[in-house]
Nanobody, 129 residues
Framework: QVQLVESGGGLVQPGGSLRLSCAAS????????IGWFRQAPGKEREGVSC????????DYADSVKGRVTISRDNAKKTVYLQMNSLKPEDTAVYYC?????????????WGSGADFGSWGQGTQVTVSS
């Protein structure tokens, strides 16, 4: 059974850092592209970052480029999202998700989330002083 469990969220001051984790089970992690998404109250879901299968190519939303790094530890079956220089507008529930097909990349338009079929329950990130 495919399962994704996010952790690492919390309250942080502007300019601070957080590392989110997405623990995967029920499948071979590096065979699948994994995405991080977020949704703030009253706003649409937004793609934050994506890491492709096998080679591990990455992509980032313009709003987080230069501040966020996605990585994968296959031995620990975990995908990480390192977020630095956090801003109040980064406040949202953050979700990780997996595409349904093996050996795919972060395809054009991945940020909509439509290509992702398995989702975690989310972790809250609040950036506030």
């Amino acid at each position: 059974q495919v399962q994704l469990v996010e952790s690492g969220g919390g309250l942080v001051q502007p300019g601070g850092s957080l590392r989110l984790s997405c623990a995967a089970s029920g499948f071979t992690l590096d065979y699948y592209a994994i995405g991080w998404f977020r949704q703030a109250p009253g706003k649409e879901r937004e793609g934050v970052s994506c890491i492709s299968s096998i080679v591990g190519g990455t992509d980032y939303a313009d709003s987080v480029k230069g501040r966020v790094t996605i990585s994968r530890d296959n031995a620990k079956k975990t995908v990480y999202l390192q977020m630095n220089s956090l801003k109040p507008e980064d406040t949202a529930v953050y979700y990780c998700a997996r595409v349904p097909r093996m050996f795919t990349g972060c395809v054009l338009g991945w940020g909509s989330g439509a290509d992702f079929g398995s989702w975690g329950q989310g972790t809250q990130v609040t950036v506030s002083s």
